[in-house]
């Protein structure tokens, strides 16, 4: 299917690996330009063809370097993916575990690196009447199934998203939100990711937590979510195929979340 996107510009970060890269492969594909941020540029970033920026936007600054960036390269931006996350690599307790350090990494990342990005991009976004979709997660609607600094930082994540479409709808710009479950990521898979971290906390190995974690989750279609699954998700929803859907959350999990 043609999304109708050829020629427009993005920008996407966390791109060097997962959900952002698959993202910025879809995005290329459709014949977008693409400024891809991440903290490292990966050998697989760089064959995508987008023009890579190495970028701590965890940092205060970072954002706004990013995106200036963009601005220089691209002209204007018609499309936001607020996609890096995590940091939560060592977050594996309860809250009592969690001091204030640790709140303001996983907030600083999940949250206002967003944030920041939003507010250096809007201008440009709502010249071009451009998108903006935030990657959260579904742990944002079953806060107990993460580390709570996570878990809360991604749902103030998706409350950023509604109020966003809310005031700036009017003025042309859509924003939505796209909720994965878990998706097969390095945050799973490595060896030094956040389930080799929790899988060692339980006493077992990381390839038995990964195997077992569908079911756990509740999964019904038994597997983990593919990273191009939710990349399809964001393409389709910066396209003109999707003009009237504007302030959603999509929950992308394989059916874990039961409630309506």
Do not use: C
């Not at 939560?88 to 967003?114: H, K, M, T």
């Amino acid at each position: 299917m043609d999304m109708q996107v050829r020629g427009k510009t993005a920008v996407v970060t966390g791109a060097s690996r997962g959900i952002g890269l698959a993202t910025v492969e879809a995005l290329v594909g459709e014949g977008m330009r693409v400024v891809a941020a991440a903290r490292a540029i990966t050998p697989e970033l760089e064959k995508t063809g987008a023009i890579a920026v190495p970028v701590d936007l965890a940092a205060a600054e970072g954002p706004q370097r990013l995106i200036d960036a963009a601005l220089a390269e691209l002209g204007e931006i018609d499309l936001l993916v607020n996609n890096v996350g995590g940091g939560d690599g060592g977050a594996v307790g309860g809250f009592l575990s969690f001091d204030d350090a640790v709140w303001q990494e996983i907030y600083g990342l999940n949250l206002f690196a967003a944030v920041r990005a939003t507010r250096a991009a809007l201008p440009s976004l709502l010249r071009r009447r451009g998108v903006i979709v935030n990657v959260s997660s579904n742990g944002a609607r079953i806060p107990h199934a993460g580390p709570v600094p996570y878990t809360t930082a991604k749902a103030a994540l998706t409350a950023f998203g509604k109020a966003l479409a809310e005031e700036f709808g009017p003025h042309g710009v859509r924003v939505n939100t796209v909720s994965p479950g878990p998706v097969r990521t390095a945050m799973w898979e490595a060896h030094d990711g956040y389930g080799a971290e929790l899988a060692a906390a339980m006493g077992m190995e990381r390839e038995q937590l990964v195997a077992g974690l569908p079911a756990v989750m509740g999964m019904t279609t038994g597997r983990l979510v593919e990273p191009a699954e939710v990349a399809a998700l964001i393409t389709y929803l910066a396209s003109p195929l999707a003009a009237s859907v504007s302030g959603a959350d999509y929950i992308v999990d394989g059916g874990s979340i039961k409630t309506v």
